[in-house]
């Protein structure tokens, strides 16, 4: 029997009880004693009034002791009551209950086989108040009819809209960070799974049509990419993509200069599709991932730029300074690259060197990748990696490259590493410091208290259970880098909990849930302020094991994310002390700002500009006020400064939710 249910009449004083008892013991139907495991079941809690609270709350008990049709002779009598399933019933003063008399019936047809009358009950509870345990059941429910009625097991429809697949083949090559994949998977079966690389999908409920979007970040190379859709009868249909990303200039290595044939060498890319400009002018290259070139040069010329482009934009540029000042017997000849003269000596004793776009060998930048563009020369080298992946396919004495690299936060150390023939190895370290825009740190997000969750049922046993739930829960939460979270229970770990926390902004609370069927756990957020509920998020599994837990924590967590996505919009318009502001990205994904959700106005600060690599280091960002939602129009949302702030607003100026 559920713990915290309305207190009722037990609490009155015994004149009252009494009066109480004459006017209800008669007119109240007992229902049987229901023993189960030496346990009775429904029995009130306290004096019961015939009101649609006791009797929901005596079905739940007969439920606890599997007397069903006792049970739904209280549902349904409740429900003539009060018809509707909903989160926080009132019950009476400010006592609220969860009150789901038609899930709870559907639960209990379900049970007994009568998946017709289940099939009813729960679409109703939905349609009422989707909850995550009316999903569970009906997609069992759904499973049980299909079988009933010796349906073949269909395969699902999958249909793959991004990335662009080339025509007859199952290859896609891209630039793009992230790589996007998304399409919709189609099954009158219901579709009910969806993975990606073997990892599973946030789906909300299963469904006959489910779109899916996923944003993978994909390392430089060949990428096999698995998506499996599966329906509730375990047909599935899968799909595999080739990903090549390729987001590196090719290669150009120089092998020999002759004033008679001029500049000779090697292009090297993977996409096998290489264009070559020498001083702007098109140099024929035949197609292949390693082709030779010819670049031919007259003796008055100085100097000569190559630029290699491949099939994706990529580009790598060489700028040769091919002044011949000697010589040396029958080795190639010498050099002067980029002013610095090049050698192409027969030495073993000379170690490679490595020449990189960028000076000093430190750099702030507030980007979330860069290239690194440089040189490596030296006596045929044979290897070249970078932070240990090979780039080199090809041995030369000169290798131009272009290399992408992912930063994460704080500081980057990339290691270059050239190795020639003789087996002497040059080494060049920078380290590139990846600073956050001030507007985007997590001490300016929105900040949750969490608060302990209530067990509602009076098995103390589980107390250690549900306070491993809580930990994950609060792990996943501060994974998911959208709020500031505070814990209020000692017990929480504090490797979890942020630093810089700001006074809370709403209240995190939830219940915990255990039935005889299985556990259900809601989670509510309300503003501290106002005491408004912002909003109520479940998970529910059959089993209570810790990796079923964990799941439930995950989900949880990720509903949360996904109903108070971080939005990043431009300032378009001021009208009437309002700023018309268009959505720009979203994270994790395109979704509903609530009224009055608190943001930030900012106004971003010059670009940060590399002369030497030639690139924009980003740019950090100043806050100029604070703001609200106030309405939409359209696509666009109506944004109001607070307290009347007036703010000079410039072109260019921009807002982020809190």
Not at 262 to 286: M, Q
Not at 339 to 360: D, H
Request: aromatic share 8%; hydrophobic share 35%; glycine share 6%.
């Amino acid at each position: 029997m559920y713990k915290n249910q309305p207190e009722k009449i037990k609490k009155l004083s015994p004149p009252w009880i009494f009066m109480l008892l004459l006017l209800y013991g008669c007119a109240v139907p007992l229902n049987p004693d229901c023993v189960k495991e030496s346990k009775t079941y429904c029995q009130p809690d306290g004096i019961f009034t015939s009101r649609w609270y006791d009797y929901y709350e005596r079905a739940l008990s007969c439920m606890e002791g599997e007397c069903y049709q006792a049970a739904l002779s209280d549902l349904n009598k409740t429900s003539k009551q009060r018809f509707e399933d909903q989160r926080m019933a009132r019950t009476f003063g400010m006592h609220f209950i969860d009150y789901f008399p038609h899930r709870e019936t559907g639960l209990i047809h379900y049970l007994m086989g009568d998946y017709d009358a289940a099939k009813s009950e729960l679409e109703l509870s939905i349609q009422q108040y989707p909850s995550e345990k009316a999903f569970f059941y009906m997609d069992k429910v759904r499973k049980k009819i299909m079988e009933r009625e010796k349906k073949a097991i269909s395969v699902p429809r999958l249909i793959l809209e991004t990335p662009i697949q080339s025509e007859g083949t199952d290859e896609v090559w891209t630039r793009e960070n992230p790589v996007i994949i998304s399409g919709k998977a189609e099954d009158e079966q219901y579709i009910s799974e969806i993975t990606l690389k073997g990892k599973p999908v946030f789906l909300e409920t299963s469904a006959q049509t489910v779109t899916f979007k996923e944003h993978l970040k994909l390392d430089q190379g060949r990428h096999e990419v698995d998506i499996i859709a599966r329906n509730l009868r375990n047909g599935e249909a899968g799909h595999q993509i080739i990903i090549h990303v390729d987001r590196c200039g090719p290669l150009i290595i120089v092998e020999t200069y002759d004033p008679d044939i001029g500049i000779t060498g090697w292009l090297y890319d993977e996409s096998g599709e290489t264009v070559l400009f020498a001083d702007g002018k098109n140099i024929p290259v035949p197609k292949g991932k390693k082709v030779p070139f010819s670049v031919p040069m007259k003796s008055s010329m100085k100097h000569i730029a190559l630029l290699a482009r491949d099939k994706l934009g990529n580009e790598t540029y060489a700028d040769i300074n091919a002044d011949v000042t000697s010589v040396l017997g029958s080795a190639p000849v010498l050099l002067a690259d980029a002013g610095a003269v090049l050698m192409f000596v027969k030495s073993e004793n000379i170690k490679p060197e490595i020449i990189l776009n960028m000076q000093p060998d430190q750099e702030t930048v507030f980007l979330e990748s860069i290239y690194i563009k440089g040189k490596a020369k030296g006596n045929t080298i044979e290897s070249l990696t970078i932070n240990g992946t090979p780039v080199l396919n090809q041995t030369g004495h000169v290798i131009f490259f272009n290399y992408f690299v992912r930063l994460e936060k704080g500081k980057n150390r990339v290691t270059i590493r050239a190795t020639d023939k003789f087996g002497n190895t040059g080494i060049k370290d920078i380290l590139i410091i990846r600073q956050v825009p001030e507007v985007f740190k997590m001490k300016y997000r929105y900040c949750l208290a969490m608060h302990p969750f209530d067990n509602m049922t009076d098995d103390r046993n589980q107390i250690a259970k549900y306070g491993l739930f809580q930990n994950i829960f609060l792990k996943q939460l501060v994974a998911l880098n959208r709020f500031q979270i505070m814990t209020r229970e000692k017990s929480a770990s504090p490797m979890f909990e942020q630093e810089n926390l700001k006074t809370p902004d709403a209240a995190l609370m939830g219940n915990i849930y255990k039935t005889r069927s299985g556990i259900e756990i809601t989670a509510r957020l309300a503003d501290i302020r106002s005491g408004e509920i912002l909003a109520i998020k479940d998970a529910y599994s059959e089993a209570g094991d810790r990796s079923a837990l964990a799941g439930m924590a995950e989900k949880l967590a990720e509903k949360f994310h996904r109903k108070f996505p971080l939005m990043d919009a431009a300032v378009t318009q001021m009208k009437e002390g309002k700023l018309i502001v268009t959505p720009e990205t979203w994270t994790p994904e395109k979704g509903d700002i609530k009224m009055k959700w608190p943001l930030i106005i900012y106004r971003q600060k010059n670009q940060g500009y590399n002369p030497v690599r030639e690139e924009p280091s980003g740019s950090d960002t100043k806050m100029i006020g604070d703001a609200a939602i106030h309405g939409m129009t359209g696509e666009n949302y109506l944004v109001r400064p607070d307290n009347g702030q007036k703010i000079e607003i410039k072109e260019g100026d921009r807002v982020v939710t809190q």
